[in-house]
């Protein structure tokens, strides 16, 4: 497997996943707001704080308002990580290794990126909103299943996983991260201190296997526990780390990754998130994202095509 | 339908759709049996030409071919001059472009010797009519295509430096902005290898050739190489070339890889040169030529060229080095001003320049809105000739390209032409 290919396809399957994330976010968020009273909601910030664009949304946004808000985390032209950007890259990507992926992998993806791009106006009403991202959703997780069911199961495979696993990860950290720090602690919004956690767990569709697996009401405590250190559940941090772990095992020289990936473990275990109180929580999910980078960066050093000298 | 070709000057998208004709071409086997002789003996005579020009140039001191021509071409490359390459074959993949006269005799148009695209269309052209009329196949009896990917395949690891099982074969591409980038990927999946780019790509201090994987460098034993000559090796031609591999050439002279087409190939694909193939099928094989060259007038002939210049309404003009169609003037569809404009090109580097004569060029019936279009379209036909040395082996049929426009003679798919199947149909199977 040419190292550039496998960095492609990494990065293809990172913008998929990018780009589901996004479609989630957005649809919870769109529902959490139906149910908060007026002057208690969130609006839209924490979205774009979540992709980590609130320094260039501000360049040219003056304010969160639900059209402008939306329109950049949709189909902005200048964030990098709307669901249409991403989504352009990953068919970027896709079409230079086009000799190595299925013919109908590569055609999902594009009717994906034309699907996206021409009915944005859907996503941009409230009446089509809800349909369009669900598209979207189920398209990424097409893809990905149909990537499983008909790929071979190869290095390339593995790099496909790899980006999965760890924009996963990312998203996960990202979307705790802020939706934690961000939850509304007021005497007025005290009955609905429930649904917003109940929210943050359907942002990751990690609702109904909370219900089975921890089988208690939805509290801040063990909400924290299950995204963070669950062992069963595919978008718990741990559990990403895990796969990360186990798939990069078998590549030549990975010793030095697993290492890392062990310390990141080793960080995830070590701390007491049921009882981190707001801030700390913050900082300590700040260590989880650089760890995260850091790995990143492992592989691109191993792996990757390197620029020319 | 599903396939694309890029054109330089359509804004910023890169994909094209390119028209398919359903109305398909047909030509009798017995027919092309012929012209498939005549291709045969034509590359086999190219290649020795190509070879006698990089070594002792006989041809030349013998008289049959001019030595001023030879120190004008710009295909001509003095890095290739002395190199051996394997069977002595440098032109292993060569493109000749066939056109039918009103009489039905069929003519040799240009030689397309550097890297002639069109291929992965010929075979997208029959699985598209295989799907959409089978009842059609079971009537007539259609000669197959889709042995190509594995006859090129073949060919490319015949030309190995390492006799071994599996020689690594890569595609070399320029990227994903090339207009071909299509066939480039279709072909690297048929046959099942790897489709390279210029970074992915390194020689190393032994002069082999290796490609960079995640497992380490692995040795490249054949490059079918998409990209031309100049870019090839920034150490030996352009050194500003980002799509090239430094050393390349190195390696390449030293027997190391194989590259395919040869560098230097594209000496023979001139469209000066090409109106001496007949003395060459001569002088090498000690033949006539079995497929006829549309007669050629060279700029570089004095007498010539004021013949050119006098009758500039009724030929077909054409600079020797372009390709795609780009730089060619229509006489009798031109005017004075684009005429003049032609004249003063000619007259400032004659040597670039040859006339045909339009021939009444045969037509074909194709399908637009109002149904099949009276009096048909004008069509070429592009076979391709695989040279291994040992074996030499002509697609039965090739891309068939035909003008979209009536009346029009230009059928380049950059110029908007369509492309139509091509059937070689045995008129005596039962």
């Known amino acids: ?309 | 339908m599903g396939i694309s070709f890029t054109v330089y000057n359509e804004g910023n998208m890169i994909d094209r759709a390119w028209p398919f004709d359903i109305i398909p071409r047909t030509i009798g086997k017995k027919e092309w049996q012929g012209v498939e002789i005549g291709l045969k003996q034509r590359t086999e005579a190219l290649n020795l030409f190509i070879d006698d020009l990089y070594h002792d140039q006989k041809i030349i001191k013998d008289g049959v071919f001019p030595k001023g021509l030879l120190e004008k071409s710009v295909n001509f490359r003095k890095q290739c001059v002395g190199i051996n390459p394997p069977n002595k074959i440098w032109a292993h993949i060569c493109g000749s472009d066939l056109v039918r006269d009103g009489k039905g005799t069929m003519y040799v148009l240009e030689d397309n010797l550097r890297v002639p695209s069109g291929v992965s269309y010929m075979l997208e052209n029959r699985s598209v009519m295989k799907r959409v009329f089978p009842e059609l196949f079971e009537q007539v009896s259609i000669l197959p295509v889709d042995d190509y990917p594995s006859q090129l395949f073949d060919m490319l690891a015949a030309m190995s430096p390492r006799p071994q099982d599996k020689p690594e074969v890569v595609v070399l591409t320029p990227g994903v902005f090339n207009s071909a980038y299509f066939e480039h990927c279709y072909l690297a999946q048929e046959m099942g290898c790897e489709l390279v780019e210029g970074r992915d790509l390194v020689v190393e201090k032994d002069d082999c050739v290796y490609m960079r994987t995640i497992t380490g460098l692995q040795r490249v034993d054949v490059i079918y190489r998409r990209i031309d000559d100049l870019f090839l090796d920034p150490e030996a031609f352009l050194p500003d070339s980002q799509l090239g591999v430094p050393g390349l050439m190195r390696a390449w002279s030293k027997g190391n890889v194989a590259l395919v087409n040869a560098p230097g190939a594209g000496v023979a694909d001139d469209k000066v040169v090409y109106a001496y193939v007949p003395e060459m099928i001569k002088y090498y094989l000690g033949e006539e030529a079995k497929l006829e060259n549309v007669p050629t007038y060279k700029c570089m002939d004095p007498k010539e060229c004021d013949h050119v210049i006098k009758n500039i309404d009724k030929l077909v003009v054409k600079p020797a080095n372009e390709s795609g169609g780009y730089g060619l003037l229509i006489g009798p569809k031109s005017t004075k001003k684009e005429q003049q404009a032609t004249i003063a090109q000619i007259k400032a580097d004659p040597r670039n320049w040859v006339a045909q004569p339009t021939l009444d060029l045969s037509t074909v019936p194709t399908l637009e809105e109002d149904g099949i279009t009276p009096g048909g379209r004008h069509a070429d036909l592009r076979p391709f000739i695989l040279s291994s040395g040992k074996d030499t082996q002509v697609t039965t049929g090739g891309l068939t390209r035909v003008a979209m426009v009536k009346g029009s003679l230009v059928v380049n798919s950059s110029q908007g032409g369509g492309s139509k199947d091509t059937w070689i149909v045995d008129e005596e199977a039962k």
């Open chain 1, 1 to 309: 497997m040419l190292s550039r290919v496998g960095e492609t396809l990494y990065w293809m399957s990172r913008y998929i996943e990018r780009a589901e994330n996004v479609a989630r976010l957005i649809n919870v968020n769109n529902m959490l707001m139906m149910d908060l009273p007026k002057g208690v909601s969130t609006g839209w910030e924490p979205l774009v704080d979540i992709i980590g664009a609130r320094e260039s949304y501000q360049e040219t946004h003056t304010d969160f308002s639900e059209p402008k808000a939306l329109r950049y985390l949709l189909v902005g032209k200048d964030n990098f990580s709307s669901i249409l950007n991403s989504i352009i890259s990953a068919r970027e990507s896709a079409r230079t290794i086009r000799d190595v992926i299925p013919r109908d992998i590569w055609e999902e993806i594009n009717t994906l990126y034309y699907y996206v791009k021409d009915n944005q106006n859907e996503g941009l009403s409230k009446r089509g909103r809800f349909a369009y991202l669900k598209a979207i959703i189920d398209a990424a997780h097409q893809i990905f299943g149909a990537l499983d069911a008909t790929i071979n199961h190869d290095l390339g495979y593995t790099f496909i996983r790899l980006g999965l696993m760890i924009e996963r990860a990312d998203m996960t950290s990202r979307i705790l991260d802020i939706r934690s720090e961000n939850l509304i602690i007021s005497e007025e919004a005290k009955p609905f201190e429930n649904i917003q956690w109940i929210s943050l767990l359907r942002s990751l569709s990690a609702y109904q296997m909370y219900r089975q697996e921890m089988g208690v009401r939805v509290q801040r405590s063990d909400v924290i526990e299950f995204v963070m250190h669950s062992d069963v559940f595919p978008r718990s941090i741990m559990y990403c780390l895990g796969q990360m772990k186990a798939l990069i095992s078998p590549l030549p020289n990975s010793a030095e990754i697993i290492t890392s990936i062990d310390k990141a473990i080793d960080e995830l275990k070590a701390g007491d998130v049921r009882s981190l109180e707001k801030g700390y929580l913050h900082e300590y999910i700040d260590e989880i994202q650089i760890k995260l980078a850091g790995i990143h960066n492992d592989l691109a050093e191993l792996y990757f095509l390197k620029p020319a000298e």
